[in-house]
């Protein structure tokens, strides 16, 4: 069974392993995935005495699902708010830092988390979301074809999406995981959370109440981070990602995992796995 993490924003489903007194590492799942995209890392890290938390985000667990019709719910404020606050309730913050990992979305989530609170985080991670503003130009450049790559972030805002993703049994969601590289055991993980209407539409109420990803926007970060791109990546092109470095003022590495797609953890878990034990022993608290 989950465990949860509550905060004052609700009641979030978690997968916690690891010591309760190790370094807190948080885990920020991307669309159209669940708390389950950490499946191989949390027992990696665990082992090493990392005390792992990977959460369902907001809309995602059950407990922590405003109305999804009203924008406001859904702000990129109220998802950087949410990782504050289940820090908080952790025993996390500025006075005694975590590390972050985040994957698409949650990558976006990530990096404004670091801009808005670079004392709370001793490290950061992202898989595939490049930097905000490496990713602005990349789409104003239609470099590698940027704007084709990110056009499902339109359709998103059609409201007769989540039928059309959940009809036949989530046919069109189950085969958009698997023909991205995604085994069929971890989409049905994914599909546990997200084969529900109600999740669902919280889900892509992010992209609503976002206007455009496109929009979003950190300074430049001043956290150590690692950045890890798949050059197969079907959602971000060679430009936004080796772009994303110019945008961090503070030890960088960036990983470029050949053959890799944009479900990293899911096609190349140990590289990933591999990649952040290294990275987070650098900066032990």
Same mark, same amino acid.
Request: a negative charge; aromatic letters at 8%.
């Given at each position: 069974?989950?465990?949860?993490?509550?905060?004052?924003?609700?009641?979030?489903?978690?997968?916690?392993? /690891?010591?309760?007194?190790?370094?807190?590492?948080?885990?920020?799942?991307?669309?159209?995935?669940?708390?389950?995209?950490?499946?191989?890392?949390?027992?990696?890290?665990?082992?090493?005495?990392?005390?792992?938390?990977?959460?369902?985000?907001?809309?995602?667990?059950?407990?922590?699902?405003?109305?999804?019709?009203?924008?406001?719910?859904?702000?990129?404020?109220?998802?950087?708010?949410?990782?504050?606050?289940?820090?908080?309730?952790?025993?996390?913050?500025?006075?005694?830092?975590?590390?972050?990992?985040?994957?698409?979305?949650?990558?976006?989530?990530?990096?404004?988390?670091?801009?808005?609170?670079?004392?709370?985080?001793?490290?950061?991670?992202?898989?595939?979301?490049?930097?905000?503003?490496?990713?602005?130009?990349?789409?104003?450049?239609?470099?590698?074809?940027?704007?084709?790559?990110?056009?499902?972030?339109?359709?998103?805002?059609?409201?007769?999406?989540?039928?059309?993703?959940?009809?036949?049994?989530?046919?069109?969601?189950?085969?958009?995981?698997?023909?991205? /590289?995604?085994?069929?055991?971890?989409?049905?993980?994914?599909?546990?959370?997200?084969?529900?209407?109600?999740?669902?539409?919280?889900?892509?109420?992010?992209?609503?109440?976002?206007?455009?990803?496109?929009?979003?926007?950190?300074?430049?970060?001043?956290?150590?981070?690692?950045?890890?791109?798949?050059?197969?990546?079907?959602?971000? /092109?060679?430009?936004?990602?080796?772009?994303?470095?110019?945008?961090?003022?503070?030890?960088?590495?960036?990983?470029?995992?050949?053959?890799?797609?944009?479900?990293?953890?899911?096609?190349?878990?140990?590289?990933?796995?591999?990649?952040?034990?290294?990275?987070?022993?650098?900066?032990?608290?």
């Amino acid at each position: 069974m989950p465990s949860t993490v509550t905060t004052a924003a609700g009641t979030f489903t978690a997968e916690i392993d /690891g010591p309760d007194d190790g370094p807190l590492v948080l885990f920020l799942h991307g669309y159209p995935q669940s708390r389950h995209t950490w499946r191989a890392q949390q027992p990696a890290l665990a082992a090493e005495g990392w005390r792992t938390v990977a959460i369902d985000q907001r809309g995602y667990s059950p407990g922590a699902r405003p109305d999804p019709s009203e924008p406001a719910n859904y702000h990129v404020d109220a998802l950087v708010g949410d990782v504050i606050a289940v820090a908080a309730a952790l025993g996390h913050g500025e006075t005694q830092p975590f590390h972050l990992v985040g994957h698409d979305w949650g990558g976006a989530v990530a990096w404004l988390v670091a801009d808005r609170h670079p004392a709370a985080l001793a490290s950061l991670c992202v898989l595939s979301r490049p930097h905000p503003r490496a990713f602005r130009a990349a789409l104003e450049a239609d470099a590698d074809g940027q704007r084709h790559r990110s056009r499902h972030h339109k359709a998103f805002h059609d409201p007769d999406t989540a039928r059309l993703l959940l009809e036949d049994d989530a046919r069109r969601l189950r085969r958009g995981l698997v023909d991205n /590289g995604v085994p069929a055991a971890n989409a049905e993980a994914y599909l546990s959370v997200l084969n529900d209407p109600a999740a669902l539409e919280a889900a892509l109420a992010w992209y609503r109440s976002a206007g455009t990803v496109s929009a979003l926007d950190a300074a430049d970060i001043v956290v150590p981070t690692l950045y890890l791109w798949g050059d197969h990546d079907q959602s971000v /092109g060679r430009a936004a990602a080796e772009g994303t470095g110019v945008h961090v003022r503070a030890p960088y590495r960036f990983v470029e995992v050949p053959d890799g797609g944009h479900f990293l953890t899911d096609d190349h878990p140990s590289v990933v796995t591999d990649a952040l034990l290294a990275h987070l022993a650098a900066y032990r608290t």
